[in-house]
């Protein structure tokens, strides 16, 4: 069973960083497709970043710029730097991976954790 815990989540101020990471267990994530996801109370969940196992990436438009994902599959975490933060990107953010290389959807997720931008 794939577990994933992130880490790196906290209260900073408008345009400062955070990295976020995400480390796995049970599984190893090289070749899987991988994404951040946040929810903001009172919306959606929305993804933010993926990467695929062969590497391709996509970004939402409003991090497009200030965020960064990565991976590093001989450590099975997957990272989220986070620049030039602002307080409309306050929301739990979420890790997730497939059990494919590419697709559509996801399998297993973290608990998340909480970034907060004060303004």
């Known amino acids: 069973q794939v577990q994933l815990v992130e880490s790196g989540g906290g209260l900073v101020q408008a345009g400062e960083s955070l990295r976020l990471s995400c480390a796995t267990s049970?599984?190893?994530?090289?070749?899987?497709?991988m994404g951040w996801f946040r929810q903001a109370p009172g919306k959606q969940r929305e993804s933010v970043a993926t990467i695929t196992g062969g590497g391709t990436i996509a970004y939402a438009d409003s991090v497009k710029g200030r965020f960064t994902i990565s991976r590093e599959d001989a450590k099975n975490t997957v990272y989220l730097q986070m620049n030039s933060l602002k307080p409309e990107d306050t929301a739990v953010y979420y890790c997730a991976a497939s059990r494919y290389s590419t697709g559509m959807t996801f399998d297993y997720w973290g608990q998340g954790t909480q970034v907060t931008v004060s303004s």
């Open positions: 049970g599984s190893i994530i090289s070749g899987r497709y």
